[in-house]
């Protein structure tokens, strides 16, 4: 790498290394160790090819994903992963009616799948529309929503505050409105 | 719950994710520069010559390349405390660059003395790397408040000479330097000598400071000091200052001994614009914010026992519990979701923000200094992933207690030494890591306490 590129590596690893860190955090459901290892990842990824690449914080971003993706798939039997101590809970702090809940919720987060957490990062946290979660993974559209509903329905049974989801709206996420539910 | 209603509490709870605490290590280019040549030369020479040249390069110390050091990030094994990464037990006297106090960000202190303003510090040694001299005179309680991309902020006298009558007054800048090599980047003119933590602070994209006036916050430049916008609120009104996630908070009151309410407004961080999110009856008092939510006090009654222990949210949600003080309070602190208290006696109790009921009251473990000292103990702080509360008195006893049953599972003594004269002031407790940096004057000692062992 040219000393040029190196610096400009350097400038941005120093200006967004913890922003992009704090997102790692969150995909790997608050495990610190295991998000500066994927944003190290990312980094190493980027630094190669870095003056080919035309928008920086992007790469990374989708680096960081699809190696949180793939790290499901090659270690499938890790999918789940526990913490022992959740570091800066969600709203752990947090006093009123939604606190419990919020603790819950970010407990059940962490034993989501990598691949859940991802979609369910990029949907509920970015706010992106699954046409564009599904570019971010390179799968397909079909494959977004699945994973997004499986995951809410994994989070439902995790925190049974959330109560169970109702009927109709179980068969609308597949898809289609049968005519026994058509109105 | 409908689907969309559990969609929006995930975004609820993934947007309270306190996440201010997660910074990035400051060598991280070099552990990703470092791990991406061992693999390529991994992937150049076969897997197994180049684990035999690693471990031959950690043998004879050959440079980085055949460093056994790991930039991988390594989780640490069952016992909880793992020393920082470089990190060995150390201890400095420096004089001059510690008596005021320290931060620990990244993996250095940034102190202030009787005769640096601002001094680096090692985390992992304990040497000095650079430090910007008083001016004139360093004598104050403050120490740096803020470090961020690459700036320190801290405060300085704003002038070496005397008045015209004679008399000496510094007077005081806010002052931000550059934190790799310490130069001073600007300062900028405070109206009063508060020095406090919630004279200045940073917000999204600025540094709020209670400048040009005391009724006055305005949003500067942190690479310029240069203002961006100002908030200033009306004679007789006082107000305190919070940040939430990078959002400033002001929290109004009628400058009165009862007032009615108190306001919590919120300041847009691009523009300063204000909106007030709600208002809560009397006088708030603001002890701290944890999480995503400020903290308060406000009393009851009139000796000021019974007391209601209030947290609001960004969003003015708010909840109250009342909350009794027993005895005289040496110190109260607001350290992640508890507020912990030590009474004069030598208890120790952790109040729960949620509910605040109590959860524990344990003997503290150090001396408590007498009401009629200057000095107090250390601020306690809180290792979250260790579950360990600390303490540290004058003398220099250190004490951990588990957060979660008050049960005290370690205990030691640092040699502090004896404080200068005229830095009688309390001892700080850091924690670096899991490593503790123990600061009595200008003397600091960084071990790290063998809990979960």
């Known amino acids: 790498m040219e000393a040029s590129s190196h610096d400009e590596f350097r400038e941005f690893v120093e200006m967004r290394s913890t922003a992009l860190l704090r997102l790692a955090v969150l995909l790997t459901g608050g495990d610190r160790y295991a998000a500066e290892d994927l944003l190290q990842i990312a980094l190493m990824k980027a630094y190669g090819r870095w003056a080919r690449i035309e928008q920086h914080e992007a790469y990374v971003r989708q680096v960081m994903y699809r190696q949180q993706v793939n790290r499901w798939r090659l270690r499938r039997h890790h999918a789940e992963t526990t913490v022992p101590v959740l570091p800066d809970a969600a709203g752990d702090a947090a006093a009123g009616p939604d606190s419990d809940l919020r603790i819950a919720l970010w407990a059940a987060l962490g034993r989501l799948s990598n691949r859940q957490r991802a979609v369910v990062v990029l949907r509920y946290f970015e706010d992106l529309p699954e046409s564009e979660v599904a570019a971010l993974l390179g799968c397909p559209v079909g494959t977004v929503r699945s994973t997004a509903h499986r995951s809410l329905a994994k989070l439902r049974k995790l925190v049974p505050e959330l109560g169970p989801e109702r009927p109709t709206e179980r068969i609308q996420s597949l898809g289609y409105t049968p005519k026994e539910v058509q109105r | ?453």
């Open chain 2, 1 to 453: 719950m409908t689907t969309e209603r559990v969609e929006d509490k995930v975004r609820d709870t993934l947007h309270a994710v306190a996440l201010d605490r997660v910074r990035a290590p400051g060598d991280l280019v070099e552990k990703v520069v470092r791990r991406r040549s061992r693999r390529r030369f991994s992937q150049a020479a076969g897997t197994a010559v180049a684990v035999a040249a690693i471990s031959v390069g950690a043998v004879f110390g050959f440079g980085d390349g055949g460093s056994a050091r790991h930039e991988r990030p390594v989780r640490p094994a069952a016992s909880p405390a793992t020393p920082p990464q470089g990190w060995k037990p150390w201890q400095s006297s420096a004089a001059g660059a510690g008596e005021r106090g320290c931060l620990v960000d990244g993996s250095a202190l940034y102190c202030s003395g009787s005769a640096y303003d601002v001094a680096k510090i090692d985390a992992n040694t304990g040497k000095r790397l650079w430090s910007v001299e008083v001016n004139r005179e360093g004598d104050g309680i403050d120490h740096p408040f803020a470090v961020r991309d690459g700036v320190v902020y801290a405060y300085r006298n704003h002038t070496a000479q005397n008045q015209s009558n004679g008399d000496y007054f510094g007077g005081t800048d806010l002052m931000a330097v550059k934190a790799d090599t310490g130069k001073v980047l600007w300062t900028v003119q405070m109206p009063q000598d508060d020095r406090t933590e919630q004279a200045a602070m940073p917000i999204d994209g600025a540094v709020l400071a209670n400048t040009p006036s005391v009724r006055t916050m305005s949003a500067l430049d942190p690479l310029t000091g240069k203002e961006k916008w100002r908030h200033t609120w009306d004679k007789g009104i006082v107000c305190q200052r919070a940040v939430l996630s990078g959002v400033p908070y002001l929290l109004c009151a009628r400058d009165v001994e009862k007032p009615d309410g108190t306001d919590v407004i919120r300041l847009d961080p691009a523009t300063g614009s204000a909106t007030k999110v709600t208002t809560l009856p009397g006088m708030q008092q603001l002890i701290g914010t944890s999480g995503d939510r400020m903290v308060l006090l406000a009393a009851r009654d009139e000796d000021r026992k019974d007391l209601q222990l209030t947290t609001v949210n960004g969003s003015g949600e708010h909840a109250s519990h009342p909350y009794r003080v027993k005895g005289a309070l040496a110190g109260s602190d607001v350290v992640g979701d508890r507020l912990i208290t030590v009474s004069r006696k030598g208890e120790a109790s952790a109040h729960s923000l949620a509910t605040g009921k109590a959860l524990w009251t344990r003997p503290v473990g150090v001396k408590v200094p007498g009401q009629d000292t200057m000095q107090s103990i250390a601020s306690p702080v809180v290792s979250t992933r260790q579950g360990v509360v600390y303490f540290l008195d004058p003398t220099g006893n250190l004490s951990g207690l588990d957060l979660h049953t008050g049960a005290q599972v370690w205990r030691d003594h640092v040699d502090t030494g004896r404080t200068k004269p005229g830095f009688a002031g309390s001892p700080q407790l850091l924690l670096y890591g899991d490593a503790l940096v123990a600061r009595n004057g200008s003397t600091l000692v960084s071990l790290l306490p063998p809990t979960g062992n």
